[in-house]
């Protein structure tokens, strides 16, 4: 992804849980699982919804840094779960580049791999997501924004309304 991206994606709570249930609604012939493998932090809320609607008790973490704000930085491991994944589901709110995804299928290659949202270059690294966006989209997860007036995207473009 470039240092600036050019669109932005505003995912409200209401739109988050939608698509979560959405996910669920794929998961839910694919299984039934062990437990769910949560990627802290983006993966924590969608974990926890389709934990409750596919009736899953147990839920681990495993934990990836990779950015910084809205910047990519080095991958670090802050937690690793243990095993090959075999009848885990791990999810995660979003696969953008595939770098952290490409960490979890090494260390849980039999784990079937979930996401809510997903862009091109991620894609081949997760088995099962609801919504792709462009390479060059930002999602603005309802976590990391806060409502504001936001400009028509014609004045964005240099063209303002009449």
């Given at each position: ?10 995912v ?20 039934p ?15 926890h ?22 910047q990519?930085r080095e991958?670090?491991?802050l937690?690793d779960?243990?095993g090959?994944?075999?009848?885990w589901?791990v ?17 849980l ?31 603005l ?17 240099g063209?303002?309304?009449?």
């Open positions: 992804m470039s240092d600036r991206p050019l669109r932005y994606f505003p409200s709570w209401d739109q988050l849980h939608r698509d979560a249930k959405a996910l669920a609604w794929r998961l839910a012939e694919k299984g699982f062990t437990g769910i493998v949560a990627v802290t932090r983006g993966g924590l809320v969608p974990a919804i389709i934990a409750r609607e596919l009736d899953i008790r147990l839920i681990d973490t495993i934990g990836i840094s990779s950015y910084d704000d809205t990519q991958m670090v491991v937690k779960k243990e090959d994944g075999a009848g589901l999810i995660d709110d979003l696969v953008d580049t595939g770098k952290t995804g490409r960490v979890i299928r090494e260390k290659p039999q784990a079937h791999f979930a996401t809510v949202y997903a862009k091109p270059s991620g894609r081949a690294v997760v088995d099962t997501f609801v919504t792709e966006v462009s390479q060059d989209t930002w999602i997860f309802p976590w990391d924004s806060e409502p504001q007036y936001a400009q028509p995207i014609a004045a964005t473009r063209r303002a309304a009449d």
